[in-house]
């Protein structure tokens, strides 16, 4: 296994300032299965005797990628103490760059649009700051062309998103994904949004309490009376999970009150099943982003199970099911994107997003299933090369379209400058 290091050390061994890695090369190190362990013991050397936010930044990330959450997130809280205002990337080649305001709020790698992983070969400026619910007055935003909101809608990041709101309501410059749009994409008001859209499936998503999904399962509450009607199997995951986590389909109140009994959470999404195995038996999820109303695939898993993760053993053991991911991704245009027009067109004016991703499957009767819709979904081209050669060049593609975005909305705009200031 190899392991990742950086250099902490000057001139003749002299401590200097932390160079940061970033998300983009902690994850690609990660994902190769690099041992980050050697990474984050110099990291945290290196802040016992200098006060440096960038080092403490990478260090919260290496916490995160070591499923360190609790430690990793009250070491970015650090960081944030000293300055909430980071200068992620400097263009290189360029006199006068592209200066990218990206707002972000505090938390782990859910809580904001992992942009690092498209523009980490971009010539661009990135500045970087951290807004949470605190009002903050007249305060200026550093100098910018274009701001992009990156804090992602959850329970956590309410305050926050409203912070963004008045924070970018003077800016002359371009706000990409604003805030008010942003909070459309919580599962329960993305049914709201997107479930009667024509082309669309989406299953009615109610949000309830603990003591609501136990009276489920007892029986002293109907289905009916929170699903309109919907039965058995149901889904159900606890309120702020990801990826999968707490996720399990129920098909009866038996088996609910036995999920209840292993879980803790406080609120629960629930919704009724809706079975998109395709005619050979097996379930394909797609990974889609729209970024200015144009789709994009970014990647397909074929499973003989309803949850699909991606990538997972069985698209490496298949090469049949890579060769169709590949096809996909060669054909989407003239294929799956002219059939689901009507459902792309809705998703993007409905939500009002620049850039928004979704999971999707195609149920048999021709429409687009959407699963979720998040402004925080992770797209990269970190999969091993030697088995999924194609989606470097497919990855590439929406990495040049996020970054057209960000310089077009500049160009476009009626821009101001405004002075740099830390938070």
């Not at 945290?44 to 990793?72: N, W």
């Not at 749009?181 to 009615?204: E, F, N, Q, S, V």
């Not at 199997?233 to 990801?242: A, E, K």
């Amino acid at each position: 296994m190899n392991t990742v290091r950086t250099e902490l050390t000057g001139d003749a061994g002299l401590p200097s300032m932390h160079q940061p890695l970033g998300l983009a090369a902690l994850l690609r190190a990660a994902t190769a299965g690099s041992d980050l362990t050697p990474l984050g013991e110099s990291l945290l050397e290196h802040v016992k005797r200098h006060d440096d936010p960038y080092a403490l930044l990478d260090l919260s990330l290496v916490l995160q990628l070591k499923y360190q959450k609790a430690a990793a997130l009250a070491v970015q809280q650090q960081a944030l103490q000293m300055t909430r205002h980071y200068r992620l990337q400097s263009a290189q080649t360029i006199k006068t760059p592209l200066k990218v305001l990206v707002l972000q709020a505090p938390g782990d790698l859910m809580a904001n649009t992992p942009f690092e992983c498209l523009l980490e070969n971009a010539d661009l400026q990135i500045e970087v700051l951290y807004v949470d619910a605190r009002p903050r007055g007249n305060a200026e935003l550093p100098e910018h062309d274009v701001i992009f909101v990156a804090a992602c809608a959850s329970d956590e990041t309410a305050g926050v998103l409203a912070q963004i709101a008045s924070l970018t309501s003077g800016t002359g410059c371009r706000v990409l994904n604003r805030s008010e749009h942003i909070a459309k994409t919580m599962r329960d008001t993305a049914y709201a949004l997107l479930g009667a859209a024509p082309g669309i499936c989406m299953a009615r998503t109610v949000r309830l309490s603990r003591e609501r999904v136990n009276e489920a399962a007892s029986g002293a509450l109907q289905l009916s009376e929170v699903l309109l009607g919907a039965k058995y199997p149901l889904i159900i995951r606890p309120i702020g999970s990801h990826a999968g986590q707490g996720l399990a389909q129920v098909s009866d109140a038996q088996e609910l009150a036995r999920y209840m009994a292993e879980s803790d959470a406080v609120e629960y999404y629930m919704a009724p099943f809706i079975d998109y195995s395709s005619a050979d038996g097996l379930f394909r999820k797609y990974r889609i982003v729209m970024i200015e109303g144009t789709p994009f695939v970014c990647h397909m898993g074929i499973s003989k199970e309803w949850i699909v993760h991606y990538p997972y053993a069985e698209m490496s053991m298949h090469p049949d099911r890579r060769e169709e991911e590949s096809h996909l991704m060669a054909s989407f245009d003239t294929d799956f994107a002219v059939r689901h027009r009507e459902a792309f067109r809705n998703v993007a004016e409905l939500t009002g997003l620049d850039y928004v991703g979704f999971d999707c499957a195609e149920t048999s009767d021709g429409l687009l299933l959407i699963f979720e819709i998040a402004t925080g979904m992770v797209v990269h081209d970190l999969d091993d090369q030697s088995i999924f050669p194609y989606k470097v060049p497919q990855i590439r593609r929406v990495a040049d379209a996020f970054h057209e975005m960000l310089r077009g909305a500049a160009a476009n705009a009626d821009k101001i400058q405004r002075p740099a200031s830390e938070a």
